[in-house]
């Protein structure tokens, strides 16, 4: 089974990326991996110019280079298709078989793709009534209600419609940072909507301590339940007493074994499950957190 380490563009925000590229590669690949990029729904048009002539294999944080984020909580089943247009040609032009994306916001409103604005789109788009007290973080009460399964029985419908449109490419479902609307967040939820995967470590890890529920033990439960096609990977520095304020929350953070958040025990998890693709999502990622992960996997059991 070949493993692959991908790095996100969101590594790239810093930096000669060319040859940040390079260097992680090089690291990659001499000691059998396999390398890849990911291109972040925050990839700028002059970055992914650059990146697209290069000889490597990509996959997609939906959505690419598009004014909406895809929701397919929306009743529209038009606008979802036509949400996802622009990246169904990027993927075409990459040859890219693979795209995973936020796709659960209880809204019918337009979300702007604007990530340096999240927040903002975010309060301009969702009813501020799922707000916990005056937080950025859902209120857990509405996962209990007839409203948020209308909901995720929409969503379960599109998402089954949107991978029979694409029959040739693997559309996963990204399980979300416990935020106001955000539905995917725990993993009874992506059992439920039953499609392929991408698990974001660093979303769960803020979710569990939102929703009380184990981490680790619903790490393992969604790779034996689920159909986990890849994992975003970063040290969440958010600690298990979280205030639930700012800047705490979705840290993206530089691999370290200085936070809460275990690791070791997470890629050993990981591991034993066989799962066999890696996006390291670190804001600023480089080859120091490419040598902790490859170090990491190759000692854990």
Not at 76 to 104: C, P, R, V, W
Not at 214 to 240: E, K, S, W
Request: hydrophobic share 35%.
């Amino acid at each position: 089974m070949s493993i692959k380490i991908e790095l996100s563009t969101m590594c790239f925000y810093h930096g000669d990326t060319l040859a940040k590229i390079k260097r992680c590669k090089d690291l990659i690949e001499s000691n059998g991996f396999v390398f890849g990029i990911q291109l972040h729904n925050s990839v700028t048009r002059d970055l992914f110019d650059r990146l697209k002539v290069l000889n490597i294999d990509f996959s997609v944080h939906a959505p690419v280079l598009s004014d909406y984020f895809i929701n397919l909580a929306n009743d529209n089943f038009d606008a979802i298709l036509s949400g996802f247009q622009n990246t169904g040609y990027i993927m075409e032009m990459l040859k890219s078989k693979i795209a995973l994306f936020h796709g659960f916001f209880m809204t019918q409103k337009p979300i702007k793709n604007d990530p340096a604005n999240y927040g903002k789109v975010l309060r301009e788009a969702i009813n501020n009534k799922y707000r916990l007290n005056d937080t950025r973080v859902m209120d857990p009460k509405f996962l209990e209600t007839e409203e948020f399964r209308n909901y995720q029985n929409t969503v379960k419908r599109n998402m089954k419609q949107l991978r029979e449109r694409y029959p040739s490419y693997i559309l996963c479902i990204e399980n979300d940072f416990p935020g106001i609307g955000n539905g995917n967040q725990s993993p009874d939820h992506l059992i439920y909507l039953d499609c392929p995967v991408w698990l974001d470590t660093g979303h769960l890890w803020s979710s569990a301590i939102l929703n009380k529920f184990d981490f680790y033990t619903a790490l393992d439960m969604i790779c034996m339940q689920c159909q986990v096609i890849g994992v975003h990977l970063n040290t969440n520095r958010t600690p298990i007493n979280w205030n639930l304020k700012s800047p705490d929350g979705d840290t993206h953070s530089h691999f370290s074994r200085g936070y809460d958040m275990d690791m070791d025990k997470i890629i050993g998890i990981l591991k034993a499950n066989h799962i066999s693709h890696f996006t390291i999502e670190v804001v600023d990622g480089d080859v120091e957190d490419v040598n902790f992960l490859i170090e990491t996997y190759q000692s854990v059991t």
